[in-house]
């Protein structure tokens, strides 16, 4: 059920893999060969190590007065549920706005999950609930959770939530219930499928076009020829986390 | 000896009546199957193997990404959610029917949605609340 988390074992499969498709490069017939593309997970093929699903947030383009992709995210993952104390409601995406005290620059951003490539959620997690899909996308497996918070309290982004009631209005796509941790998923129902997540679709039909999503392994997307372009930076790039959502203009 | 036999055998006697008194008064669960197509296996193997089907494909779609395959819980609902009441829980709903009867708590529902096409609405969230994390402009 878990996958292997050896390094050096999964290095070793990754390097003998890449050995023998050459590269990268699928030959489709003697001297004829096919530049694999990388995509979303065809049917019954599942999650490719290939892929790296990555979010680049320009903060220079995002209104502060703008909640978009918040309102895209509940409706999408069915988060409805009014708490008395709302402390505890779950927050996938929220929008926080950063002041510069010395020179008063403001700028407003969404924080959600960050897909670390090495995510202390999943290190902390002592039921393994807690996991990486080789295509990058960290989620927590609800079968597995037993609602400990470890998670909550290793992820240095405040990126996840607890749900604290009964849940009646879920999304058939989306499963979630009380007693277990959640967060974002970059909408993996959807990325599957080959659509975007539903923040990115509704920040673009805002016409703000802040968030770019795609794949960070594939120089040919948009978001790696923009990141190879301009200036981004990880938040809290100094736990060396190697997180997947980039911010440009903080 | 005797004295004790024949206590014994009125005593087993009594707990065999009353086992098929009480095995005739337990009515059996109606199931109504209110799909029309066929479902992914036979019947009989269906009803000895779903929590395997779903358990095993639970996983894979998860933690794998597989996704597509023939047994999905979304797929069970779509075909067996009742046509009155649009879900597959309730009195005579198709699951919670025969697990009312062979008292198997099903724990699927508390997060996965019980009813057919069900589209959430969702809430409009809370801006600019919370503070930033560790991000400094």
């Given at each position: 059920m878990t996958e292997p988390n050896d390094k050096s074992r999964r290095g070793f499969l990754g390097a003998a893999a890449v050995g023998a498709a050459g590269l990268g490069v699928a030959a489709i017939a003697p001297g004829l060969h096919l530049i694999e593309v990388s995509q979303a997970s065809a049917p019954g093929k599942g999650a490719s190590s290939k892929v790296r699903w990555g979010m680049l947030i320009d903060t220079t383009k995002c209104a502060s007065d703008c909640n978009a992709c918040v309102k895209a995210c509940n409706s999408e993952n069915g988060i409805s549920e009014v708490l008395k104390d709302p402390r505890q409601a779950s927050q996938w995406i929220r929008k926080i706005d950063l002041k510069d005290a010395k020179s008063g620059i403001t700028h407003s951003l969404p924080m959600m999950?960050?897909?670390?490539?090495?995510p202390p959620c999943v290190d902390v997690c002592p039921t393994h609930a807690s996991m990486k899909r080789a295509d990058g996308i960290v989620l927590v497996d609800r079968h597995t959770?037993?609602?400990?918070r470890y998670c909550m309290l290793a992820c240095p982004y405040k990126a996840r939530s607890f749900v604290h009631m009964t849940l009646t209005e879920q999304n058939p796509e989306v499963p979630r219930g009380q007693g277990c941790v959640e967060s974002c998923t970059f909408c993996v129902h959807r990325v599957d499928k080959g659509q975007i997540p539903a923040c990115v679709e509704a920040c673009a039909n805002a016409e703000h076009n802040a968030m770019l999503f795609g794949d960070l392994n594939d120089p040919n997307s948009a978001i790696a020829q923009r990141i190879a372009e301009v200036k981004t930076t990880q938040v809290r790039a100094d736990l060396k986390l190697n997180v997947g959502v980039r911010y440009q203009g903080i | 000896m005797v004295r004790l036999l024949a206590l014994m055998a009125f005593l087993i006697m009594g707990a065999v009546a009353s086992f098929a008194t009480h095995a005739a008064g337990v009515p059996k669960p109606m199931v109504?199957?209110?799909?029309?197509g066929q479902c992914i296996a036979a019947a009989e193997e269906m009803r000895l193997n779903h929590m395997n089907m779903l358990g095993h494909q639970r996983d894979r779609s998860l933690r794998q990404g597989i996704r597509g395959e023939k047994a999905s819980l979304i797929g069970c609902v779509d075909c067996h959610?009742?046509?009155?009441?649009?879900?597959?829980?309730?009195?005579?709903?198709f699951c919670e029917s025969c697990h009312a009867f062979s008292a198997v708590k099903v724990d699927c529902w508390q997060c996965h949605q019980p009813k057919a096409n069900f589209k959430a609405t969702g809430t409009a969230g809370a801006v600019g609340a919370a503070g930033a994390v560790g991000a400094k402009p």
């Open positions: 999950c960050q897909h670390c490539e090495h959770c037993i609602g400990c | 109504k199957i209110e799909g029309s959610a009742s046509k009155s009441t649009g879900s597959v829980l309730g009195k005579d709903g």
